[in-house]
Each structure stands twice: as structure tokens, then as C-alpha cells.
Nanobody, 118 residues
Framework: QVQLVESGGGLVQPGGSLRLSCAASGTIASINVMAWYRQAPGKQREFVARITITSVDNTNSADSVKGRFTISRDNAKNAVYLQMNSLKPEDTAVYYC??????????WGQGTQVTVSS
């Protein structure tokens, strides 16, 4: 049974920073995608950032977070991180981590709340 456990959410003032972590436990033969999504109240879940793991890591992110958020991973720990800088009130949401295996198995974390407010 694969579980994703997120941490690092909280309340931060506009302009502040947070670092989200997500660690995968259980038996995972390999991972080819690690990503973060978010869902604000009353809105659909949306893509934030992704790492596609091939011979080199390819990263991409949503236009709304480019230049402010950075996704990274630790292969040894099966962990993915999201460094969020220059946070804005519109970044307030529940953030979910996501992984996908080469066999198209997908897993979601339980979500961690990020609130940006003064």
C-alpha cells in the first residue's frame, strides 16, 4: 500500500515563504512523475508544478507560479518538495502531492492547507 504524506503547510503573510514536503511510503518500483496540485475553496483542483523523471529531470510549472515556486525531489527518499516564495493571497489553497508510476498507477496525498493572509 502506497501512502503519500504531506507536511509544511500553514499560515503565512503575503510575500512570505513556505516549503511543502511529500514523502511516499510503501513499495514503489519506480516513479516517473511527481507533482503538486492545489484546490482553492469553490474551485477545481489545478496543476501547480511537475517533475517528469527520465534520463534527466524535466520540470514545468503553471504560469501563475513561475518564478516564485520551485519543485524538487529526493530520489533516495521518494520525496518531492515545493518551495514557495513571494506568496500571494491567491495562492491560498489545499495543496496535494501526486505521483505516477511507469505502469500508470497514480497516488495522491491527503492535502495540506496553505493560507496566505495578513
Amino acid at each position: 500500500q502506497v501512502q503519500l504524506v504531506e507536511s509544511g503547510g500553514g499560515l503565512v503573510q503575503p510575500g512570505g515563504s513556505l516549503r511543502l514536503s511529500c514523502a511516499a511510503s510503501g513499495t514503489i518500483a519506480s516513479i516517473n512523475v511527481m507533482a503538486w496540485y492545489r484546490q482553492a475553496p469553490g474551485k477545481q483542483r489545478e496543476f501547480v508544478a511537475r517533475i517528469t523523471i527520465t534520463s534527466v529531470d524535466n520540470t514545468n510549472s503553471a504560469d501563475s507560479v513561475k518564478g516564485r515556486f520551485t519543485i524538487s525531489r529526493d530520489n533516495a527518499k521518494n520525496a518531492v518538495y515545493l518551495q514557495m516564495n513571494s506568496l500571494k493571497p491567491e495562492d491560498t489553497a489545499v495543496y496535494y502531492c501526486y505521483i505516477q508510476t511507469p505502469r500508470w498507477e497514480t497516488y495522491w496525498g491527503q492535502g495540506t492547507q496553505v493560507t496566505v493572509s495578513s
